[in-house]
């Protein structure tokens, strides 16, 4: 009697050239956590800002600009700092992480136009790409919690650009190979300011005066 094919066992999402077969799965590494971090950081922004924003939400980055923007409602929302529980990752490694989960679809970029200022700079920024949680992301957060995030593989690098690594390459980059569309680091995500390098500390309570504007802010829009 012939012998019945073995079966391969199924292997956790992975990207579209993992699941074609085509021998990348050595390449690719688990960032369920992260991914739901980043995807609820995309998500809190509301599909409004860049991904220099929605970095400085995940990672919490505690900044006078953050601050500023939606009436310091960012620096109050349950995605602020969700990151940081991930471990020490450093802003190119995140940057990194977003450029491959816009390229396998859970996030994804709009242009957006900025109205012409009366008396602006001629060289002053018209438009930026806003980052927003696209369907496939919206069913990975849909599919998973915090404590047991749905199963997700990336070409990312487990520590590549985080200060405590010892993979070489500058820190920089962090794609461990070409994995999806065999074009590297691939979409250039969010290429307007600059989201910093370095390490930030776990959040800490934010001060009472960024509160109670926070919160007056809210209670105004109701």
Do not use: I
């Amino acid at each position: 009697a012939p012998s019945s094919p073995s079966a391969r066992p199924e292997p956790a999402p992975c990207c579209d050239n993992c699941s074609r077969g085509q021998g990348c799965l050595e390449r690719c590494h688990d960032v369920a956590s992260e991914a739901r971090a980043l995807l609820l950081a995309a998500e809190a922004c509301g599909g409004r800002f860049g991904l220099p924003t929605v970095l400085e939400v995940c990672r919490g980055a505690r900044t006078a600009k953050l601050a500023s923007k939606a009436g310091g409602r960012l620096l109050l929302c349950s995605a602020f700092g969700a990151g940081v529980r991930c471990g020490s990752r450093s802003a190119v490694w995140w940057r990194v992480l977003a450029e491959a989960m816009v390229e396998e679809g859970l996030l994804a970029e709009e242009f957006v136009a900025l109205p012409a200022a009366p008396g602006a700079h001629p060289f002053a920024p018209r438009s930026y790409h806003a980052l927003r949680v696209a369907s496939a992301g919206r069913a990975l957060l849909a599919n998973g919690t915090d404590a047991t995030p749905a199963p997700l593989r990336l070409p990312v690098a487990p520590s590549a650009g985080s200060s405590n690594s010892s993979s070489g390459g500058g820190g920089g980059g962090g794609v461990s190979g070409s994995c999806s569309g065999g074009s590297g680091n691939g979409a250039s995500v969010g290429s307007g300011e600059s989201s910093g390098g370095g390490e930030y500390e776990a959040p800490a309570p934010p001060p009472p005066a960024v509160v109670g504007a926070a919160r007056a802010a809210e209670a105004a829009s109701t």
